[in-house]
């Protein structure tokens, strides 16, 4: 993965395949919860999730260390024997991180809701969608992923949803908690692991790669270099 710069069209970033892949599978993921929350597809049972994606020995681009993270991952959201799916009723406290009341009365919170809650919800997943589709067919210089100029808001919007979920998984509540959570992430794989540590640990990793990236967009925007 690397930072941000810019480029005649918008931002420009380089991913490798299969980081490619992990985010659009996260896209995905997220866009389902959200449809989740739509009354028009709990009754079709329409899902945006495809099978999971899973690393290949020797894909070009990966590192020993690539394929130890990606082991550790099966891009679920949740951790083993909580999976994520479409159907998930609208109770998944991830969807009213995404979807926030608008007010504690919850009188006007339905009235609001009522007015604002799916286009809200349209946006975000239209949002995610245009992610998904840069992610399988990057539309930069030389393969890179582009974020056109005029887009940078919508594209911060999409990977904050993802930071937004992948916080509430991992239990990321302060700073306090994103620091903890960025030692897991680099910790060394112990010798024996159970499923749920091992996705933690993955899950942690992702969040801390999703928010250097979030944060190198916000540095290109601004005219910077990219974080370190």
Known sequence: MRAFRRVSEGLACGLDDWERELLARLALEIRAL???????????????????YRSDPGRPGESDRDREVLA???VDLDPPANHVHAGRPTTDPVVGILLPEASEDPVTAMEVSS???ARLRDDKSDRLARLVAEMRVPSGPEGTILVPFGQEADWLGAINDIRLVLAQRLGIESAQDAGRIH????????????????????????YDMVTWWQESLVSALFGGTGPA
């Open 72 to 74: 550790a991952l099966d």
């Open 183 to 206: 030692d897991v992430a680099f910790q060394e794989a112990p010798e024996s692991e159970t499923p749920h540590e091992q996705w933690y640990r993955g899950t942690a990793l992702v």
């Open 115 to 117: 007015l604002t809650r």
């Open 34 to 52: 959200l449809q989740s929350d739509d009354p028009a597809l709990k009754d079709t049972g329409e899902s945006a999730i495809s099978q999971p």
